[in-house]
Nanobody
């Protein structure tokens, strides 16, 4: 059993920055890849960034150069540093973990990010 608790969402002006945090608890050793997804109003949930258990990262084209995903294993936490935010970045951001065991995927509750013009 893995639980993910997110924090750091909020309202920010265009061009500003936010850092999202996702703290994992439970069967931490079962976690492999961790990722951030987002869902904008009227859109489907999309992958924003992911980080593998070997430290490799990749990003959606829309956030490359602006967002950075990182992982602090000592704190069992994954972060998403978001810089140069745009109104199109607005949405609910979800933390996700891929697990070695059933149910093989775990989601956080989501945190709202709103970027004003």
């Amino acid at each position: 059993q893995v639980q993910l608790v997110e924090s750091g969402g909020g309202l920010v002006q265009a061009g500003g920055s936010l850092r999202l945090s996702c703290a994992a608890s439970g069967s931490i050793s079962s976690i492999t890849t961790m990722a951030w997804y987002r869902q904008a109003p009227g859109n489907k949930r999309e992958l924003v960034a992911k980080i593998t258990n070997t430290g490799g990262t990749n990003y959606a084209d829309s956030v490359k150069g602006r967002f950075t995903i990182s992982r602090d294993n000592a704190k069992n936490t994954v972060y998403l540093q978001m810089n140069s935010l745009k109104p199109d970045d607005t949405g609910v951001y979800y933390c996700n973990a891929i697990l070695k065991v059933a149910p093989y995927s775990c989601w956080g509750q989501g945190t709202q990010v709103t970027v004003s013009s």
